[in-house]
């Protein structure tokens, strides 16, 4: 059996509320959002599960960077 990703329910949420909503409902740009945030939070696992390890600038920078910091 494989392996459901985390973020799936999310885009099952997304597909189910596209059906009976607008693209402007404020429901389904949440439901948007928090896809994009799981699909993200996603990918910088897999990417620093095969990166060395951080100095703690890298961190520092990285975690403004999701904070809305300047780059």
């Known amino acids: 059996m494989a392996e459901t990703k985390p973020w799936t329910h999310h885009r099952a949420r997304v597909a189910s509320l596209t059906r009976s909503r607008t693209a402007d409902d ?40 999701l904070g809305g910091g300047a780059p």
Do not use: F, K, W
């Open 26 to 65: 404020p429901e389904l740009a949440d439901a948007r959002r928090d896809l994009r945030a799981e699909r993200l939070a996603a990918y910088i696992e897999e990417v620093l599960a095969q990166a060395p390890p951080l100095t703690a600038e890298q961190s520092t920078r990285l975690a403004s960077l």
